[in-house]
C-alpha cells in the first residue's frame, strides 16, 4: 500500500533552518501534487505550501512565504520543505499530503514529523 515517510524533524533554535523531506513508496509519484502541513497543539491542522505534480507552480501561506521552499524531485519520489527564520510558534507536527484529482479525488497522508523550535 502507498506510504508517506516524512524525516528531518527536529529542536532548531529561533531564526534556524531545517529541511524536512517526505518520500513516498507504491505511488505514481508525479501525478500528484504534494502539499505539506503542520498541526501545533490544540490547533487545527494548517496548509503551509502545495506544489503541483510537475513542480511548475506553488503556493505558500502568507505566514511562511519567503521563509519556506517547497520542492519536488519526482525521480526519487520525494517532496522537500526547506524552513528558514523559523519562529517558535512554528512549532507544530509537520504532514505531507499527497492528492490526485481525475474522477475522484485521491488523498493520502504521512505520519507527521515533529519540529519544535526553541531556545
Known amino acids: 500500500q502507498v506510504q508517506l ?5 527536529g529542536l532548531v533554535q ?3 533552518s531545517l529541511r524536512l523531506s517526505c518520500t513516498a ?4 509519484f508525479s501525478s500528484y501534487a504534494m502539499s505539506w502541513y503542520r498541526q501545533a497543539p490544540g490547533k487545527e491542522r494548517e496548509l503551509v505550501a502545495i506544489i503541483t505534480s510537475a513542480g511548475g ?11 519556506f521552499t517547497i520542492s519536488r524531485d519526482n525521480a526519487k519520489n ?3 520543505l526547506q524552513m528558514n527564520s523559523l519562529k517558535p ?4 507536527v509537520y504532514y505531507c499530503k499527497a492528492q490526485r484529482v481525475l474522477m475522484q479525488v485521491v488523498t493520502y497522508w504521512g ?3 515533529q519540529v519544535t523550535v526553541s531556545s
Open 111 to 113: 505520519q507527521g514529523t
Open 14 to 16: 529561533p531564526g534556524g
Open 57 to 67: 507552480s506553488t503556493n505558500y501561506a502568507d505566514s511562511v512565504k519567503g521563509r
Open 5 to 9: 515517510v516524512e524525516s528531518g524533524g
Open 78 to 80: 520525494t517532496v522537500y
Open 89 to 92: 510558534e512554528e512549532t507544530a
Open 25 to 28: 513508496s507504491r505511488l505514481f
